[in-house]
């Protein structure tokens, strides 16, 4: 695992009841390292569409992504013509095809809310009859019939800013939304100079309850809005920290403000980092996980971001105080892009990002296949309570198309519902891409992508750190480029496993050492499980070179 940089930064959130669904599937059971896929589909029009968003619904699904289409075509059957596009929101309770549908004219920023007894919310930015960019909040019934929209913001309209609109469903059934103004005007009612971070509360029926305004004269930008436990929310904001305003420790140095606002919009508190672009945190007893990714700077004649700079994921731990336990950065020599950090059962933590490495702690890359990767896979990877990366794994096609994760939810303890972006052609399944409505999508450019996947790593496997002395099992050399040797008492069965969780070699042994010849396999990771004759396990990791 890499760490650039010296280590810095209540209660986890209930995960969910798990939903039971599509015990028969269309799609056969893939796995890739320690997740397995347990269904997924893709979902679109022939033209280009894009998956945003994802929540549980009482039948299964909704979705809210958009079509790129000049009529309906594919499972696009809205009567909406969209020669850009238009916001399609779909109900899946069928893996082959959805169970309902509606659609909506374009508006950007699109994000999928619960709004209580089976209602949705859609916020987003879009222009309103007089072409002023405003923040679009619409709700709909359980089938997505628009019951109303409200137009907000400035006279002059909004910062246009791809993911700059950031909601919330509160308990009394309305919504909270945070997006970046430049003025005091319109509904907005304060102002301190640059560009701000506003908050407002609408009520069920869409009128505004209440607003705050949060920046200080230079310009700040939110990147994450989280309900908080006991009430109220926190926001991340960038933050220039110039002049005065209302968060911040008045140091310019400061790049992250976390700030807690109680369950009337009321600032309560704000802790500095020098830290930028969380997207996710975790609420702990004793502090919070923030997660996010930062820009850094690499060889104008290499292979990776645009010859300047590219990006790495990071998770921060801090106290209550704000006090930095331990930080610590992921991924490799390409764009790594943070997602959502969810916890779980084991007390640790999983991690959804996008990636284009095909290096460093992206080792599970090689397993696919692809030898460029311009476009980009999900990479999914956990860590233990102190940030030490457990297992990572890569999903995506053989083809190096493009894979892209925007959206991940818990459905239960390790499960998880996926929303995205992939492309194919020719209908044809490619490594772990593989819907099994292809034929209904031939050549139909990116699609809207669901998948739902399970952690199955053996967190009670004796780990290395934890062998008892006497009983010590040993795999040596490690790297290798062929023959390994396993060392251990009592051994009864070895298995060689690669990254997608496949044995490709099984020994039954009795003895306490063995070589085994790896030349035929592919360079990459695998793993030697190893098990003794009273069905003791251990786990070892080795790298074939």
């Known amino acids: 695992m890499k760490n650039k940089k010296n280590n810095y930064s209540k209660t986890m959130q209930p995960i969910g009841k798990t939903l039971a669904l599509w015990v028969a599937l269309l799609v056969p059971v893939l796995v890739s390292a320690q997740v397995r896929i347990d269904w997924q589909q893709c979902y679109g029009s022939l033209g280009a569409d894009y998956g945003f968003s994802i929540i549980p619904s009482s039948t299964g699904f909704s979705v809210l992504g958009q079509v790129e289409e000049a009529s309906p075509s594919g499972m696009y059957e809205c009567n909406i013509y969209a020669p850009y596009r238009a916001d399609w929101l779909i109900g899946i309770a069928n893996a082959s095809s959805p169970d309902w549908q ?34 679009r909040v619409r709700k709909t019934d359980s089938y997505g019939n628009v019951l109303w929209t409200k137009y907000l913001g400035t006279d002059n309209g909004l910062e246009n800013c791809a993911d700059n609109v950031f909601g919330l469903s509160t308990p009394d ?18 102002y301190f100079g640059g560009n701000d971070c506003w908050v407002v509360k609408l009520d069920a029926e869409g009128d505004i309850e209440w607003q705050t305004t949060l920046g200080t004269e230079g310009n700040e930008s939110v990147t994450c809005l989280q309900e908080a436990a006991g009430g109220g929310s926190f926001l991340w904001i960038n933050s220039d920290q110039m ?60 292979n990776c971001g645009d010859g300047m700079y590219t990006y790495d994921c990071y998770l921060l ?17 390409c764009e790594d892009r943070m997602v959502k950090v969810l916890p779980d059962s084991n007390g640790g933590f999983t991690v959804f990002t996008n990636s284009k490495s095909m290096d460093g702690d992206v080792e599970s890359f090689s397993q696919l296949g692809v030898t460029d990767d311009e476009d980009g896979n999900i990479w999914i990877f956990h860590v233990d309570t102190e940030g030490n990366l457990q297992w990572e794994s890569c999903v995506g096609s053989q083809l190096g198309l493009w894979e892209e994760m925007r959206d991940v939810i818990a459905v239960g303890n390790r499960e ?41 790593y053996d967190y009670d496997a004796v780990s290395e750190d934890t062998l008892p002395h006497h009983n010590e099992v040993c795999v040596t050399p490690n790297p290798t480029n062929g023959f390994i040797t ?11 496993v690669n990254t997608l969780g496949r044995r490709v070699a099984t020994v039954t042994i009795k003895g306490e050492r063995i070589t085994i010849d790896l030349s035929d396999l592919p360079a990459g990771v695998y793993f030697i499980n190893v098990i003794d004759g009273e069905g003791q396990k251990w786990v070892r990791k080795v790298v074939k070179v």
């Open 102 to 135: 509606n659609c909506f004219t374009i508006g950007a920023c699109q994000k999928l809310h619960q709004a209580g007894d089976g209602m949705y919310y859609i916020t987003g930015l879009a222009f309103d009859d007089d072409y002023i960019l405003s923040l």
């Open 173 to 190: 059934e309305g919504i909270i939304v945070a997006t970046t103004i430049n003025e005091a005007s319109g509904d907005v009612s304060h």
């Open 243 to 302: 002049g005065n305003g209302n968060i911040g420790c008045g140091q310019s140095e400061n790049k992250g403000v976390l700030v807690k606002l109680d369950a009337v919009g009321q600032f309560q508190w704000n802790l500095c980092f020098d830290k930028t672009s969380v997207c996710s945190l975790i609420e702990m007893n004793d502090g919070y996980l923030l997660a996010g990714d930062y820009r850094y700077n690499v060889d104008p004649n290499g």
């Open 317 to 333: 731990r801090c106290d209550s105080d704000g006090n930095v336990v331990w930080n610590k950065d992921y991924g490799g020599s």
């Open 416 to 456: 998880y519902a996926i929303v995205g972006t992939n492309t194919w052609f020719d209908g044809v399944s490619s490594g772990l891409v593989e819907c099994s409505n292809n034929l209904f999508l031939p050549n139909s450019e990116s699609n809207i992508w669901v998948l739902h996947v399970t952690d199955v």
């Open 486 to 496: 396993i060392i251990g008492e009592n051994l009864s069965v070895i298995e060689v």
